[in-house]
């Protein structure tokens, strides 16, 4: 009986996810229609209507619990495969749920912690805060020291794997559709998502992260992390020293206590540049609610259920891509982002240089833009969505930690500035390992350099090029980019506009057969049109995805120009 009370739970489970999986493919389809638009279509009402379904997909997410509520946390790191509108709303979701009961509390702490629950004194009834994955409660410790236990919710990785075994089932369903899975690996990110929550349910995990972090910053007096009690921790249960601050968005309670938010915001910025420059290892989750300054004006980082790791593979290219980008020099920057697998290098580069171009001009021209992360990172997702761009993972966190940061370095101080805190850090990868100061300028002149002893052998070669061009030894290849493209969309128009023209014929004469006394002759032009209206949906498809980039670029290129 218990077996098939099971089994029935399991299975509505299961339909109430497929249920929404299908109401989302619908909306997909639906909102790629023209004729759907009843006040007519163009980009901003596409836009607007993303956004609505990105808040109805967050909302059911949030509904399904925690493993979906996870999982739309990691899809809004992929702007790789989603739509910019649905980044910005997944990547706000936040975690909440009322907390449970207080006895349940206890009992997961008698029996995680065995003989080690004696050293607790008293744990605060009321929690500090309530999650789908777990809630914290303050307590105190026989040797007077405060703590905060938190402690995984009762039965909650049953349910999870439950769910990640649907959530594999349906990207093996959606990787089958081939107009969502064209240059998507769903299942691939279903096993990755699976990898990476699955370690989220064990603490000690989180516990080895928690004293990592602290290790980088252990004579750092202006950053404190919380050290770990490792005796009272577990794989459900987390023992952390309480560190008791104002919320870092709190600035009457800040001023009032005199301390420097300017301050605090420099602070800030400093300790998540040397995250990532110096460590490689960083906190993804800036968020205002894990952030708290001390009395004594010291910045205080909780919650490490989230961090983010630079790889040694771009880590060793960083210093190449800086120094390319402070040259301006778009075609080595292209090259070095090719070689550490950003962007793929069987794919035609002239749409990637120009953009890389215009986001260098605006980020490198002075007065440099208080926003400028912000903005480069919202760039970034519209260039990789359907594009050639396969930004890692670890690359997005960075990104959307370092633009979380930047808005609450603003909101600390209105003349915060990223970018000028971050020149102390990014002059030393613009030079040479090993190698002085100057390395920056004695590039520029080696370079300069290179184009004089080019520039000499020119005549020479151009006259032997000219002497083959002529005995008929050398072909010459002229591409121009911006041709083949008018091009391939005059023929896809062409196509598109024939394709309609003959729906259109076959419709009629079904329609014309359905009213003869054979009625069912009408299957014939039926089926005879689907194949062809299958075309026809994908040539809409492809038109659609390649004139995004084009619109986004031709915005670009304006903004640019003024």
């Known amino acids: ?40 279509y163009n ?21 399904l619990g925690s493993a979906f509520i996870k999982l739309g946390q990691l899809l809004s790191a992929r702007a790789d495969v989603i739509p910019s509108a649905w980044v910005n709303e997944l990547s706000s979701l936040q975690d909440r749920v009322p907390p449970f009961e207080f006895e ?31 809630q914290v409660h303050k307590a105190r410790l026989i040797d007077g020291k405060n703590v905060i236990f938190k402690v995984q919710r009762p039965d909650i990785e049953k349910f999870f794997r439950l769910d990640l075994d649907v959530m594999n089932q349906v990207a093996k369903v959606v990787q089958r559709i081939k107009s969502l899975s064209r240059g998507n690996d769903w299942v691939g990110i279903a096993k990755e998502s699976k990898r990476v929550l699955i370690r989220e349910l064990d603490f000690r995990i989180e516990a080895q992260y928690a004293a990592r972090f602290k290790q980088q910053f252990i004579d750092d007096s202006n950053i404190l992390i919380p050290s770990v009690f490792w005796e009272l921790s577990t794989s459900k249960v987390l023992c952390l020293e309480y560190l ?55 910045l205080i980082y909780y919650d490490f259920g989230m961090m983010g790791f630079v790889s040694e593979r771009i880590r060793g290219r960083l210093n190449s891509m800086i120094k390319a980008a402070a040259l301006r020099d778009v075609s080595g920057l292209v090259k070095e982002l ?31 833009d208080s926003q400028i992360i912000e903005k480069l990172s919202g ?55 090993n190698q002085d100061s100057n390395d920056l300028f004695n590039e520029l002149g080696r370079q300069v350099s290179e184009i004089g002893s080019k520039a000499v052998g020119l005549p020479k070669r151009l006259d032997e090029n000219l002497e083959r061009l002529e005995q008929g030894d050398l072909q010459l290849q ?58 026809w949906i994908k040539l809409k ?21 003024n």
């Open 478 to 535: 002229v591409r121009m980019g911006e041709s083949d493209r008018q091009l391939r969309r005059m023929i896809n128009a062409q196509q598109s506009l024939s394709n309609s023209v003959l729906l259109g014929s076959l419709a009629i004469s079904s329609a014309l057969l359905a009213s003869t006394n054979r009625p069912f002759l009408f299957l014939i032009p039926v089926t005879i049109g689907f194949p062809i209206a299958l075309s």
């Open 338 to 368: 090719q070689i550490a697998g950003l962007i793929e290098k069987d794919i035609e580069v002239g749409p990637v240089r120009r953009l890389i171009r215009i986001m260098l001009n605006e980020a490198l021209t002075p007065p440099f």
């Open 104 to 134: 349940k509390i206890q009992n997961i702490l008698k029996k995680q912690l065995r003989n080690s629950y004696k050293k607790i004194i008293s744990i605060d009834q009321i929690p500090i805060g309530s999650a789908s994955l777990a």
């Open 244 to 298: 008791p601050g104002i919320k870092i968005n709190d600035i009457k309670s800040l001023k009032s206590n005199d301390i420097d938010t300017s301050l605090i915001a420099k602070i800030g910025a400093t300790s998540y540049l040397k995250q990532l420059v110096n460590y490689g290892f960083f906190h993804a989750d800036p968020h205002p609610g894990n952030l708290a300054v001390s009395r004594g004006g010291s």
């Open 1 to 40: 009986m218990i077996f098939i009370a099971s089994q029935l739970k399991r299975f509505s489970r299961a339909l109430r996810i497929w249920t929404i999986l299908l109401g989302l493919l619908f909306y997909l389809w639906f909102d790629s229609k023209k004729w759907t638009y009843l006040k007519g």
């Open 379 to 433: 760039d970034i997702s519209e260039l990789a969505y359907g594009k050639p761009f396969r930004i890692p993972i670890e690359l997005i966190f960075v990104f959307r930690a370092l633009s979380t940061f930047e808005g609450v370095g603003r909101y600390l101080d209105p003349e915060f500035n990223l970018i000028a805190i971050a020149k102390p850090f990014l002059l030393p990868l613009m030079t040479s390992k």
């Open 541 to 561: 498809f492809k038109m659609r995805s390649e004139s995004r980039l084009d619109n986004f670029q031709g915005s670009k290129s304006f903004k640019s120009d």
């Open 43 to 63: 980009s901003k009402r596409r836009e607007k209507r993303n956004t609505l379904r990105a808040k109805w997909l967050t909302k059911e997410l949030v509904n």
